[in-house]
């Protein structure tokens, strides 16, 4: 399959509270740059601290065309059945262009923040339900149902669906890996070394063979390699020395920059475990990285890069050349044909 890329949205900061993400019309910006770079979609972050990413989907559908619109929506947000309409009504007014993340919860804690205070075990029934609910309603194939479960209950489900292709799902890693095989398209994985990468890969395809992979990265990208550890320090905006000398991950030795100590495979940073992954390097070096990544068995590359439409722009101008290069992109077409 070839390289797939989508463009993380920044609707909010670290802290909840990004100025930018305050700002819809700079949403508008950045989704039609992302699109006229060339990039494949835009991924819309879902949770408590962020604003309603299918209200942001339903806004960017009417300034895009062609763009994939990946909605993140945590699944104790919103019950099923009105998940169901909500998401036939986006495919209809996009032309089928969005996908739906269902993010595990727990990694963030964001179940609290919307009062669920399941066991792990019951949240494992509960989303059980909630996909199969879920498929059902938009498959297309009944025209109502009842539905009785531990979580949830149903009567005449489906009476106002429309015949429209369901979006794919992903599925975090985290979730229970019955759950990802029986449902979910593609699989994302936590920002990890390569190696972990791969091992989750084969663990989890030795479950679905057919199971695509998605995982996330920072962008940083410089004219050559000392820029852009100039660039990851300024942008980090963290004290090196103030950081733990020892760390779980093993690292790259390191005699330059005083970043890349914590290095964990060539162009990869990651200053502690659990922490985002970036790709740190000139644009041959980053789309090296890629190719590596993708023969790892990841299809999918979410990008967490700077709001800025410039950074945009430089990804499509001088990365996706050398990807397309390599055989790794497939040409663009219009939706419809």
């Known amino acids: 399959m070839a390289l ?7 609707l909010c900061g670290p802290d909840g509270a990004s100025e930018w993400g305050a700002r819809p019309g700079q949403w508008i910006q ?5 699109e006229y770079a060339g990039i494949d979609g835009l991924w819309i972050p879902g949770g408590a601290p962020c604003a309603d990413s299918l209200g942001v989907a339903a806004a960017l559908c009417a300034h895009t065309r062609q763009l994939h619109l990946t909605v993140s929506v945590p699944p104790e947000v919103v019950l099923p059945a009105a998940l169901a309409a909500t998401l036939q009504s ?3 007014i ?5 996908r739906l993340h269902l993010p595990d919860s727990e990694r963030d804690s ?9 066991n792990r075990d019951q949240r494992s029934e509960r989303i059980g339900e909630y996909l199969e609910i879920l498929q059902r309603l938009l498959s297309g194939d009944e025209t109502g149902f009842n539905y009785g479960g531990r979580y949830f209950q149903l009567e005449n489900a489906g009476f106002a669906r429309r015949q429209l292709p369901a979006p794919p799902l992903l599925l975090d890693d985290s979730q229970n890996t019955a759950l990802i095989a029986a449902h979910a398209g593609t699989c994302l994985l936590r920002p990890s070394a390569p190696a972990w990468l791969e091992q989750e890969v084969q663990r989890l395809r030795s479950a679905q063979p ?3 992979f998605a995982c996330t990265f920072g962008l940083i990208q410089g004219d050559s390699e000392a820029l852009a550890w100039d660039a990851a320090a300024r942008h980090l905006a963290v004290d090196v020395q ?17 970043l890349r100590r914590f290095e964990i495979h060539p162009n990869l940073l990651q200053l502690q475990p659990g922490q985002p992954l970036y790709l740190v390097g000139t644009p041959q070096q980053i789309a090296t990285r890629l190719q590596e990544l993708h023969g790892l068995g990841i299809e999918h590359i ?7 439409v410039s950074e945009v722009l430089r990804f499509g101008e001088r990365i996706l050349p050398l990807l397309h290069e390599q055989g790794l992109r497939k040409e663009r077409l219009h939706h419809g044909q």
Do not use: T
């Open 110 to 118: 964001l179940r609290h923040a919307f009062g669920e205070w399941l």
């Open 90 to 92: 986006l495919q209809s």
């Open 210 to 212: 057919a199971l695509n």
């Open 4 to 10: 797939e890329f989508s463009w993380q949205l920044p």
């Open 94 to 98: 996009s032309a089928n262009r969005v």
């Open 30 to 34: 950045l989704a039609q740059a992302v």
């Open 242 to 258: 103030a950081l733990p000398a020892r760390a779980a991950l093993p690292r790259l030795s390191r005699d330059r920059h005083p």
């Open 302 to 308: 979410v990008i967490q890069g700077q709001p800025a």
